[in-house]
């Protein structure tokens, strides 16, 4: 089964935890050898995603938005970033250069296309900004892919 991953990025420590007990929890529910999890291992819920699906014994792919997506993280995320690409069973590029909203968009459809269910860690309100995770569940539910919503109840951002 490949599942893809899609969420809001900067939440708060306690709002992490509850995130990261639902991510485990879904991904417990897929049987290791069969999982794919696919992701763009952004910081937050694209990385702990990720990391769960290692643990639990699945493989994973990454997609990369555009060339200079790596260094529009966050600097105290690229350690996790580049562990996690070196882990990657998969790399799928959306041959852009510039890392903004279009290419974080485009690199969210092509994660979108290459999975049979995605999970998304939203709260159920619009989009921040174009290619945002409303935008991503949106074209989702557009094209037949599931979206399984995990976030913890009572929690704001």
């Known amino acids: 089964m490949r599942v893809g991953i899609t969420g809001h990025r900067g939440l708060s420590a306690e709002v992490e935890?509850?995130?990261?007990?639902?991510?485990?929890?879904?991904?417990?529910e897929y049987e290791p050898a069969e999982l794919v999890g696919v992701s763009c291992i952004a910081d937050g819920p694209d990385s702990w995603f990720a990391e769960v699906v290692l643990q639990h014994g699945g493989r994973l792919e990454v997609v990369v938005p555009a060339a200079e997506y790596r260094e529009g993280l966050p600097d105290w995320h690229h350690p996790v970033y580049d562990q996690l690409m070196k882990r990657a069973a998969d790399v799928h590029q959306a041959g852009m250069t510039v890392s903004d909203s279009a290419a974080h968009m485009a690199g969210s459809e092509i994660?979108?296309?290459?999975?049979?269910?995605?999970?998304?860690?939203?709260d159920g309100n619009p989009a921040w900004g174009h290619g945002g995770t409303a935008d991503v569940v949106a074209y989702a539910?557009?094209?037949?892919?599931?979206?399984?919503?995990?976030w913890p109840e009572g929690a704001t951002r």
Request: no cysteine.
């Open 17 to 28: 935890e509850q995130v990261r007990a639902l991510l485990a929890d879904a991904v417990k």
């Open 111 to 122: 994660l979108v296309g290459l999975v049979g269910e995605l999970l998304a860690v939203w």
């Open 141 to 150: 539910e557009r094209t037949g892919v599931p979206v399984r919503v995990l």
